[in-house]
């Protein structure tokens, strides 16, 4: 066994086994709580925004901790719960898109009567202890918690709101690279990385380039990840260009580089640059939204922040969460479940009167670790301790469907598909 694996090994064990425990203890209580829960009419509301990894989370676990008298009501815009984990994949491997969208009705089935209900629509402002919806209906909150993440284009994430139309774009992906035979994938993090390779893996004979704006692919993680990855990348006979970040002219399909230098391809996609969905709060008070980030100021309790104390008391019912929050933790689905705990604390010390002392504290260790595909047959796993030693596990055969089967049994559904 090699070191790092050994190593690897050790740490895993120290995280999972008091991880292991708290699930179990929150299992075990969720099952209390489901006997001593009661519906009652009118309950208080705490509305979640967003109903992606953090916001269906902190919703889940509030059905199983709220007292009686409230009820968790969770406003999202998709019909489905989209697993952008793997829409790189499937923006390539055509047949299995329809799994990456997988129904809410498990969370509705699996909360205690009366605790919880969902809301197909879209928050457009928050105001006076209110959220208004584009539909026009507005719901008075005792709690609110926004976890409403980020944009982004496809292979990250879709802008399409029903199942058949999130399809359909993954499939307008798959077509597209299947009859262009220059790509270039502009973006060298890991949406770019696991897209270029993917695209080499099923399509060998097309010319992939990465072409990446810094010295090192994923340059948020150590160089012994780049080194490993450029190295896959070269192997498999993908062109890296780093340190070059050029103009995509869309209409004419050409990359622009400083250099002056225009080179054509047949099809480019940009994998680069998210944007916070935070605007919902900017008439709340003056100085939530970062000016810097764009995302929602929050103070260690996950409560949001404005400029001025009596605003930022004013709100203290409101917290932000996930990738939306500027919590300064990577910008990973774990980092909200962790979050999504500090908020159930904080939100059930206030229903009974306590002092709000939950704080978040990112653990970049656990939190930003990741797992890469590097096409269908490998993968890496990666993480990086505060003190800089890391842990570099290459992982051999894969599966196409990258274990969304998985996915499916975590989130209560069952697997429509075979693998
Ligand atoms: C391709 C890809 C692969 C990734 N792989 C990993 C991984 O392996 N491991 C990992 O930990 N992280 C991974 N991440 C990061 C992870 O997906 C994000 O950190 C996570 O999605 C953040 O979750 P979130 O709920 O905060 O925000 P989002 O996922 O952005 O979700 C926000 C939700 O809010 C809804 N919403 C927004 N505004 C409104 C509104 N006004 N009204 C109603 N609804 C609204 C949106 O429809 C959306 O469903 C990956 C990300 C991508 C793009």
């Excluded at 509301?45 to 992606?52: C, K, Q």
């Excluded at 269906?56 to 406003?75: C, D, F, H, K, S």
């Excluded at 192997?235 to 230098?261: A, D």
């Excluded at 990741?370 to 505060?386: N, Q, R």
Aim: hydrophobic share 40%; proline share 5%.
């Amino acid at each position: 066994m090699s070191n790092d694996k050994l190593r690897f090994g050790l740490k895993c064990a120290t995280i999972l086994f008091p991880f292991a425990l708290q699930l179990l203890s929150q299992r075990l209580l969720a099952l209390a709580h489901r006997w001593t829960y009661r519906t009652v009419p009118s309950p208080k509301e705490i509305v979640v925004i967003g109903g992606s990894f953090t916001g269906l989370q902190v919703a889940q676990r509030l059905t199983e901790t709220i007292p009686t008298g409230y009820r968790v009501t969770m406003i999202e815009r998709k019909s489905h719960f989209n697993y952008l984990f793997n829409f790189p994949r499937y923006s390539v491997l055509a047949g299995h898109e329809e799994y990456a969208f997988i129904p809410y009705d498990m969370l509705e089935n699996a909360a205690p009567k009366g605790s919880f209900r969902r809301i197909r629509d879209i928050v457009t402002s928050i105001k006076d202890g209110r959220v208004y919806l584009e539909s026009g209906e507005a719901i008075e909150f005792s709690y609110l918690v926004i976890a409403t993440g980020s944009r982004q284009g496809l292979p990250s994430k879709g802008i399409a709101t029903e199942k058949k139309d999130g399809c359909r774009e993954l499939q307008t992906v798959q077509e597209n690279i299947q009859t262009a035979n220059r790509i270039a994938v502009v973006g060298g993090g890991a949406v770019g990385v696991e897209l270029a390779t993917d695209i080499k893996y099923f399509h060998p004979d097309k010319d992939v380039t990465i072409v990446h704006s810094r010295e090192r692919l994923l340059q948020r993680f150590g160089p012994r990840l780049h080194d490993h990855v450029a190295g896959k990348m070269r192997e498999m006979g993908i062109h890296v260009r780093l340190g070059e970040r050029p103009e995509i002219v869309t209409e004419e399909n050409v990359l622009l580089f400083p250099s002056g230098k225009r080179q054509e391809y047949d099809l480019i996609i940009p994998c680069a640059g998210q944007t916070p969905n935070s605007a919902i709060v900017q008439d709340l008070a003056a100085g939530i939204i970062s000016p810097s980030t764009k995302e929602i100021r929050v103070q260690p309790t996950l409560q949001i922040i404005a400029d001025s104390k009596e605003d930022t008391a004013a709100l203290s019912n409101i917290f932000a969460i996930g990738d939306v929050a500027e919590t300064g933790s990577p910008k990973m689905g774990r980092a909200g479940f962790f979050q999504a705990e500090i908020v159930i604390q904080n939100i059930l010390a206030m229903i009974q009167g306590r002092e709000v002392s939950s704080v978040y504290q990112s653990r970049p260790d656990i939190e930003g670790s990741i797992k890469l595909s590097l096409g269908k047959d490998d993968a890496v796993m990666y993480m990086e301790e505060e003190d800089g030693n890391d842990f570099l596990i290459p992982i051999k055969a894969g599966n196409e469907d990258l274990e969304i089967k998985n996915a499916w049994s975590r989130l209560g559904g069952r697997f429509p598909g075979t693998t």
